[in-house]
């Protein structure tokens, strides 16, 4: 177990409320509920690699369609700055040309927007280079051993960039999927080890109240049974992905790799992935207006047996991803049913029994439990509480922690997604696509003694 301070830096907000008591009738004394902490640890400084939707909410040459128009990790990391968490942040792409347009983006999206949010950014390659794919080295060459970097890129990218992050000492925050092969995953795992610093994946579900309860009730239900999941996003998403879907990866990849993750969690030291078979419906993607390549995959499903590790008793776990629906209430359907031998549970992330309508966007059912983007009271980012946010705040307070060695990156194995547990996910994850490239061929797992997972 591990002591109360770092369980209290680790996975509740790192902060307190400081309210003022009741004011008195002869005095006012107006609440400042902001967040602080009682000991600053040294601020760290960020490169984040991507410059796209998940980072800034710019795409192309505009804002996001999605919900995401402001970005996620870009405006989390202006907020950490603004706790005293982060110092400098630098924006590395592969486009210097868009970057003028990605700073007005920011000012008139953020910094506008949020009191106190400095937008102020380094930016990769210079404005005036039309492409270079290698510009994430300079931007990490300015950091120093101990700083952070994230990386939200197209998922083939992961590998290098984030071997280069390691082997110069820095901590690494990576989308999922970390990489799309179990041998290079577990490749950076054994680098990082080495060099002594936290990669985690940015599996933020593990954060939603609900699916964490899920998780803790579904090993209290006995031997796994069945669990199947469901996860969309709406067409206009292939244009926003055009660079790389179906290309350099797949929506399975992209997607299922949400409740597989959740379902790996779930299952650990109770039951294994024994194999998987994959199966997919096209004819979206590749027509028009979207012309995605040649095989691009509309809905990807993997079929995957599973075996209790004491009884021996096996179970299943239907796992689908899909780019082809449309648009909805919801930006992403998204929800899965776990059954056990003594119970089940049924989770709807997409719809959280809050509605809302208005003139200019219609219906929608909202999660500000993911992101909220409305400011506070005092004009403050307000998000504190939702789990895109936090994932991120976990982070890079646990390489705060690392760096002022109150923890090691080993001892967070199996407390926060860590590279080193979640290499059952990406198997899973590979384990499909080599399904799909092989008509359908079931993939069997084979554990080795040394810890490590190849293919039959």
């Known amino acids: 177990s591990q002591p109360a301070e770092e369980a209290h830096t680790l996975f509740t907000p790192p902060f307190t409320f400081n309210c003022h008591p009741p004011p008195t009738r002869k005095e006012h004394t107006p609440c400042n509920c902001q967040p602080f902490q009682a000991a600053m640890a040294e601020k760290v400084n960020a490169v984040l690699c991507g410059s796209g939707e998940y980072t800034t909410g710019y795409v192309h040459s505009g804002g996001s369609k999605s919900d995401k128009k402001v970005g996620v990790i870009g405006l989390c990391m202006f907020e950490l700055r603004r706790l005293g968490h982060v110092g400098d942040i630098g924006i590395v792409g592969t486009t210097g040309t868009k970057f003028e347009g990605i700073r007005a983006h920011l000012k008139s999206k953020i910094s506008d927007v949020y009191a106190g949010l400095d937008v102020s950014i380094k930016t990769f390659p210079d404005d005036d280079v039309e492409r270079d794919y290698e510009a994430y080295k300079a931007a990490l060459d300015t950091l120093k051993p101990g700083d952070v970097t994230t990386i939200f890129t197209p998922d083939d990218t992961h590998y290098a960039i984030a071997e280069y992050a390691i082997q110069r000492g820095i901590h690494v925050l990576v989308t999922k999927p ?23 994946v940015e599996y933020h579900k593990r954060w939603d109240p609900i699916y964490s309860d899920a998780r803790n009730r579904a090993r209290l239900l006995g031997d796994f049974s069945y669990f199947n999941s469901f996860m969309s996003q709406p067409k206009f998403q292939l244009d926003t992905f055009r660079a790389w879907a179906g290309k350099s990866s797949d929506i399975s990849y992209y997607l299922n790799s949400h409740h597989i993750d959740v379902h790996c969690w779930m299952m650990e030291g109770i039951a294994r992935p024994v194999s998987v078979t994959a199966h997919a419906a096209t004819g979206v993607a590749t027509a028009e207006p979207y012309n995605c390549v040649a095989g691009t995959e509309d809905t990807i499903t993997l079929m995957t047996l599973w075996k209790n590790e004491k009884s021996g008793n096996t179970g299943t776990a239907v796992y689908t991803a899909s780019w082809a629906a449309p648009k909805a209430d919801v930006h992403s359907q998204q929800r899965f049913h776990y059954m056990g031998h003594k119970g089940e549970l049924v989770a709807d992330q997409a719809h959280r029994g809050y509605t809302a309508c208005t003139d200019d966007a219609g219906y929608a059912s909202i999660n500000p439990l993911y992101m909220s983007y409305l400011p506070g009271p005092e004009g403050h980012f307000n998000g504190h509480h939702g789990y895109g946010y936090k994932s991120i705040e976990t982070f890079v307070k646990a390489c705060q922690d690392i760096n002022d060695k109150k923890i090691t990156a080993k001892e967070l194995d199996g407390k926060i997604p860590t590279l080193s547990a979640t290499v059952l996910t990406t198997a899973i994850l590979e384990a499909g696509r080599r399904s799909l490239d092989q008509k359908g061929a079931t993939q069997t797992f084979v554990y080795a003694e040394d810890g490590t997972i190849g293919f039959a």
């Open 178 to 200: 970390p990489v799309k092969t179990v041998e290079e995953h577990q490749r950076l795992v054994r680098l990082a080890e080495e060099k002594g610093v936290l990669v985690m």
